[in-house]
């Protein structure tokens, strides 16, 4: 809901030029906005915004983000709520069409992305295009823009039918893709999706079932990793959805568009600090642990040493992020089910926390754990190799990127993104023969 505030900005100039209202907008909560679409009509000027610091780029009403709180909410649901109350289908069908199911709309849910785990058998033979040490997001970025060749049927953006059975079919084989990207890694038989399973104990088969022996998903272990998959689900205008948005924005199919998404969220900044994070984590370890961490810290606050505290520190928590709270609860649990209480990282993460939240120079620039500080441990104490960690993040922030995706194009206003510049090179000048320069 996007009303007009009774409250105007006027833009006015030094020199004289003539003075604009710009109107502003209230959302149901947050910041308002100050609408300036038609600021460069009538001024010949443009904002000045890289990285986006102050822009709103959309009107959404799918996730929000209180920074200063450390206050998420999918369609007004508290993450903590879902982590406790819903399994990730459930926050799925919440994303995509706005709501919880009840359990008739949940078992039909279940049922149609569960007739979609299978991914078409040509998809393997992408995979052998790569060396079998290939990063897993290079793998994925090259499977999931591929998916596009399959589904001609699915690719009309501007299609509801489309966008619909294109949504389905990406968060039901996103789990099947990771699969694979780790079974060709390992060397290992892809292992193909059992649909008796639920969603995330069929993703656990997947990756560490072999053909010759039965393989039980443990209970703890799959409710452990459903809840990573509701707490990265979704994140507002994070650099991978704005990515998504600008990408879709060109009537681009859906496929290609989250491509984009699982391509940008590769970045350490972004999805790659999970990976980055615990390879910190383990350096720190070879250093001699907990008795290092000061030399560390000091590091870090060096600008010099290009070093930074990978999992902490985000542009719109100011407080601490509520899904570090709620993976550091899962690690609690997972390590206790594993009998892995004493496990060093955990320890030495907990230590590391203990020792930034105390100190000024993370205190002043109001740095604290975000959601990939913990997740690293519990994916790797679950048994999930490092280089994976993105991969699952794409996987389960898929559902947000297609509902993000869906929201623009379902908007009738929606025009492609394309964003101006302030132009600081060479004004004209004329070419000079080649003898002569
Ligand atoms: C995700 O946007 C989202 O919602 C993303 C995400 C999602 O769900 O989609 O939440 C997922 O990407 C979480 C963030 C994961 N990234 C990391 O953990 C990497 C480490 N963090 C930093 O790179 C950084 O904190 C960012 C990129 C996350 C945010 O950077 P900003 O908002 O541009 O802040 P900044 O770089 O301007 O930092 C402000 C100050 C600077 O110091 P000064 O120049 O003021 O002296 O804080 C310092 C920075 O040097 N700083 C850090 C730090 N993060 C910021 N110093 C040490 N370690 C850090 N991690």
Redesign the pocket.
């Known amino acids: 809901m996007m009303t007009p505030s009774d409250v105007k900005a006027t833009l006015s100039f030094s020199d004289g030029s003539a003075a604009m209202d710009l109107p502003i907008y209230k959302g149901t909560i947050g910041p308002d906005v100050i609408d300036i679409r038609k600021l460069y009509a009538q001024t010949g000027k443009f904002t000045y915004d890289p990285?986006f610091l102050s822009t709103a780029s959309c009107n959404s009403t799918i996730t929000y983000i209180d920074g200063d709180k450390g206050e998420l909410l999918y369609r007004g649901y508290p993450i903590e709520q879902l982590a406790e109350n819903c399994d990730f289908l459930e926050t799925c069908h919440l994303l995509l069409y706005g709501d919880l199911p009840n359990v008739a709309q949940k078992a039909d849910f279940v049922s149609r992305v569960t007739n979609h785990t299978m991914v078409n058998e040509q998809m393997q033979f992408f995979l052998r295009g790569f060396r079998r040490d290939a990063h897993p997001m290079a793998v994925m970025t090259g499977l999931v823009g591929a998916l596009s060749a399959f589904y001609h049927d699915s690719t009309d953006i501007n299609n509801p039918q489309h966008r619909e059975i294109a949504a389905i079919r990406l968060i039901a084989k996103m789990p099947t893709l990771v699969a694979m990207a780790y079974k060709y890694s390992a060397g290992q038989p892809y292992m193909y999706p059992k649909n008796k399973l639920s969603y995330t104990a069929n993703f656990m088969h997947m990756m560490f079932a072999t053909p010759c022996e039965d393989y039980e998903p443990n209970d703890v272990l799959v409710r452990a990793l459903d809840r990573i998959f509701i707490l990265?689900a979704d994140?507002?205008q994070?650099?991978?959805t704005s990515t998504v948005r600008l990408c879709g924005s060109s009537g681009t199919n859906p496929f290609a568009a989250i491509a984009a998404g699982v391509a940008c969220l590769w970045g350490?900044?972004?999805?790659g600090?999970n990976e980055a994070?615990l390879n910190m984590l383990g350096e720190i370890q070879q250093m001699g642990g907990v008795e290092k961490i000061g030399e560390f810290i000091r590091q870090?606050k060096d600008k010099n040493s290009g070093v930074?505290?990978?999992?902490?520190?985000?542009?719109?928590y100011k407080n601490y992020d509520p899904r570090a709270k709620l993976m550091r609860e899962t690690c609690h649990e997972v390590l206790g089910a594993l009998g892995l209480e004493n496990d060093p990282l955990f320890k030495l993460a907990m230590a590391l926390e203990k020792i930034a939240l105390e100190d000024e120079y993370f205190v002043a620039?109001k740095?604290y754990p975000?959601?990939?500080f913990y997740s690293g441990i519990v994916q790797r104490a679950i048994g999930i190799p490092v280089s994976l960690f993105t991969a699952i993040f794409a996987l389960a922030r898929t559902v947000g990127w297609i509902a993000q995706l869906n929201e623009m194009i379902g908007d009738p206003e929606y025009k492609i993104g394309r964003p101006r510049q302030l132009f600081a090179g060479s004004a004209r000048r004329d070419v000079t023969p080649l003898a002569a320069r």
């Open positions: 990285g990265h994140h507002e994070n650099a991978s350490p900044a972004h999805g600090a994070c870090v930074k505290l990978m999992g902490f520190g985000h542009r719109v620039r740095l975000n959601v990939d």
